[in-house]
């Protein structure tokens, strides 16, 4: 049978595109690949938006001319968004791109992996030690994301949009040998097909026969609080798979590396007291988990109300009187906002100051004003998880008894 060649393979994913319900934006980086996949998507009729993130790196601008050459040839709507850099690696523009990407409001979000994306992502995992979790790759679909062109090598992709006239450019960024992809495309991917011509296509087919382990449930919104308890009563395995997990779901597509995976091992069994992985990621001990995650911005004072909601906290209504520090008697005038250094804790003979109070529990410094008080008046009545002021009044239409829930794995 003869091989297809890269047109066939593009009709194939215009007719698996077809069936797509629902809106439909293209992530557009001015390159090849990402343009012939906007022809894809147009062709199949799906009328995608096209979004393109400027990271502000040398080439950034160029991409975004040549991203909006490639959407006026399609007749596609561009929208350009400014990403906010904390650095210029690729672990941090790709942690930049996917937020801006989680941010939009539609059904599919394609992206124009191909191939030869996998089997570098392959032997990068491969150099960083990252496991079972590197090896299987990326995956072709996870959530609202997409890859529809990851059976075809990059050479085919540019050779079809060559003959399909698409004003791409290449980035110049591929250039930069600081770049650890760069290298593998330009160094180790050449020097292996001289021996294994086919070698993209095999390291590909090892990605998508490698089981992904099982991971213990990692729910990881800004951040992931992780129960120490657990973590240390897992398989090696499964703790190392789980921490990798969390961090890929933080900076996604990419899992943790061995040595940040050691790292975090060392704060897990107390070797350690934090560490910082690359992405602006600290691992603190808090308490009894463990804190995976940017440090929290404060957020803005709120109001107690049943169901209100302040950081990773949420409160709720409960009568019932518990001796917890989970669980308090406040005035319903009282608001929650972030801890403050002076803050202190009535506690009817004296009063605790609430840093103090923080420290004792086990709240790393980094986190101590990112902690919810609930303040009535001036006063901290209650610091939720760690103490609260005796009780004095009844519940009664003018105070109310509030549970306090932290968001946890």
Same mark, same amino acid.
């Not at 529809?148 to 110049?172: E, H, I, S, W």
């Not at 330009?186 to 095999?202: A, F, M, T």
């Given at each position: 049978?003869?091989?297809?060649?890269?047109m066939?393979?593009?009709?194939?994913?215009?007719?698996?595109?077809?069936?797509?319900?629902?809106?439909?934006?293209?992530?557009?980086?001015?390159?090849?690949d990402?343009?012939?996949?906007a022809?894809?998507?147009?062709?199949?009729?799906?009328?995608?938006?096209?979004l393109?993130?400027?990271?502000?790196l040398?080439?950034?601008?160029?991409?975004e001319?040549?991203a909006?050459?490639?959407?006026?040839?399609?007749?596609?709507?561009?929208?350009?968004v400014?990403?906010?850099?904390?650095?210029?690696?690729?672990t941090?523009?790709?942690r930049v791109?996917?937020?801006?990407?989680?941010?939009?409001?539609?059904?599919?979000?394609?992206?124009?992996?191909?191939?030869?994306?996998?089997?570098?992502t392959?032997?990068?995992?491969?150099?960083?030690?990252?496991?079972?979790?590197?090896?299987?790759?990326?995956?072709?679909?996870?959530?609202?994301?997409?890859?529809?062109?990851?059976?075809?090598?990059? *050479?085919?992709? &540019?050779?079809?949009a060559?003959?399909l006239?698409l /004003?791409? @450019?290449?980035? $110049?960024? =591929?250039?930069?040998?600081?770049?650890?992809?760069?290298?593998?495309?330009?160094?180790?991917?050449?020097?292996?097909?001289d021996r294994?011509?086919?070698?993209?296509?095999?390291?590909?087919?090892?990605?998508?026969l490698?089981?992904?382990?099982?991971?213990?449930?990692?729910e990881?919104?800004?951040?992931?609080?992780?129960?120490?308890?657990?973590?240390?009563?897992?398989?090696?395995?499964?703790?190392?798979?789980?921490?990798?997990?969390?961090?890929?779901?933080l900076?996604?597509p990419y899992?943790?590396?061995?040595?940040?995976?050691?790292?975090?091992?060392?704060?897990?069994?107390?070797?350690?007291?934090?560490?910082?992985?690359?992405?602006?990621?600290?691992v *603190?001990?808090? &308490?009894?988990?463990?804190?995976?995650?940017?440090? /929290?911005? @404060?957020s803005? $004072?709120? =109001?107690v109300?049943?169901?209100?909601?302040?950081?990773?906290?949420?409160?709720?209504?409960n009568?019932?009187?518990?001796?917890?520090s989970?669980?308090?008697?406040?005035?319903?005038?009282?608001?929650?906002?972030?801890?403050?250094?002076?803050?202190?804790?009535?506690?009817?003979?004296?009063?605790?100051?609430?840093?103090?109070?923080?420290?004792?529990?086990?709240?790393?410094?980094?986190l101590?004003?990112?902690?919810?008080v609930?303040?009535h008046?001036?006063?901290?009545?209650?610091v939720p998880?760690?103490?609260?002021?005796?009780?004095?009044?009844?519940?009664n239409?003018?105070?109310?008894?509030?549970?306090?829930?932290?968001?946890?794995?």
């Amino acid at each position: 049978m003869a091989p297809k060649n890269g047109m066939t393979h593009v009709d194939e994913v215009i007719g698996q595109l077809s069936s797509l319900q629902g809106s439909v934006v293209v992530g557009l980086s001015g390159g090849a690949d990402s343009a012939v996949l906007a022809h894809c998507a147009i062709q199949a009729g799906l009328q995608p938006g096209l979004l393109f993130v400027n990271h502000g790196l040398a080439g950034s601008d160029t991409m975004e001319r040549a991203a909006s050459r490639v959407a006026g040839h399609l007749g596609a709507p561009l929208t350009i968004v400014q990403a906010e850099m904390h650095g210029t690696s690729e672990t941090e523009a790709r942690r930049v791109r996917y937020t801006m990407f989680e941010q939009v409001d539609a059904a599919t979000i394609l992206l124009g992996h191909t191939l030869s994306d996998q089997a570098e992502t392959v032997l990068m995992h491969l150099l960083r030690g990252s496991g079972p979790v590197g090896m299987a790759g990326i995956p072709r679909k996870r959530g609202q994301f997409l890859r529809p062109l990851m059976n075809l090598p990059r *050479l085919q992709v &540019r050779n079809v949009a060559k003959t399909l006239g698409l /004003p791409y @450019v290449d980035d $110049p960024e =591929n250039d930069s040998s600081a770049h650890l992809r760069n290298w593998v495309r330009s160094s180790v991917i050449p020097l292996l097909q001289d021996r294994s011509p086919d070698v993209e296509r095999l390291l590909a087919r090892t990605a998508s026969l490698t089981t992904r382990p099982k991971v213990y449930s990692v729910e990881a919104g800004s951040a992931a609080l992780l129960p120490l308890a657990i973590l240390r009563t897992l398989s090696a395995p499964q703790r190392s798979e789980s921490l990798r997990e969390a961090v890929r779901r933080l900076r996604p597509p990419y899992p943790a590396s061995f040595s940040e995976v050691s790292r975090m091992e060392e704060v897990v069994f107390g070797g350690a007291p934090r560490a910082e992985l690359e992405g602006a990621i600290v691992v *603190l001990r808090d &308490r009894a988990s463990l804190f995976v995650g940017p440090t /929290p911005d @404060v957020s803005r $004072p709120v =109001n107690v109300a049943n169901g209100v909601r302040w950081g990773r906290w949420s409160f709720s209504e409960n009568p019932s009187r518990r001796i917890s520090s989970l669980w308090s008697r406040v005035p319903r005038a009282s608001i929650v906002r972030g801890a403050v250094v002076g803050d202190t804790l009535s506690m009817g003979h004296g009063s605790k100051d609430v840093f103090s109070a923080l420290a004792e529990s086990g709240v790393p410094r980094e986190l101590r004003f990112s902690w919810p008080v609930v303040e009535h008046d001036g006063d901290v009545v209650w610091v939720p998880g760690i103490r609260r002021a005796p009780e004095a009044e009844e519940i009664n239409e003018g105070y109310v008894g509030l549970e306090a829930t932290e968001e946890t794995w």
